[in-house]
């Protein structure tokens, strides 16, 4: 049956596409043209027959004026090929060897945050208070890494199977450098009996 229903459905889109091309055909003009010729060649073959009964000379040479227009004949050693551009120059350019390891600096520009502790403090949030979305997990807990700290509420609430409410909800972050940032994301409505007993098992 489900061979079946694939070749209808592949039947169906051949015969859209043919009259498709069958659409375009016609609007394009060229039916119109082809109609024209085979009139003419129609007219043609009725002459031809009226031939036999007339004193015509089949093989008498006539001179014919065709109007075909102008044309040109181009040789392919005229065509003016690209030529490259200017060689780039790299003489000057020194090769630096990327660093193996991290510079403080950077170090110091990440924001790392224990997935793990932030799953045990909502549990104990949601334990205490009830159900509450992020937004409001949030406002209990306000976060203190930025929106790497945000992203893991959210796939905390994700991973526990969190209820999935209609709509999206805002929520202010703090960065490091004390900017407020609005985020909008989905509405998720966890729960502290939705949290296995052994947290590690969570797939975070």
Known sequence: MRELNGESQRVIAVRRRTQESLRAFIESGAQQERRAVERVLRQLEKLAVTFKDQDVGLRTPLAVCLPSGSFTVRSP??????????RLDTGQVVAHTNNSSASDTM???LETVQILEVAIGLRVLLDANGPMTVGQLLGHRPIQGGLEELVAH?????AVDAISLEGREQVLVSDRDSQQILAGIPQLLPSADRFPEDLETLAL
Do not use: F
């Open 107 to 109: 170090l110091e520009s």
């Open 154 to 158: 959210v796939r905390i609430a994700k």
């Open 77 to 86: 050693s005229s065509i003016r090929l690209r030529l490259p551009g200017e």
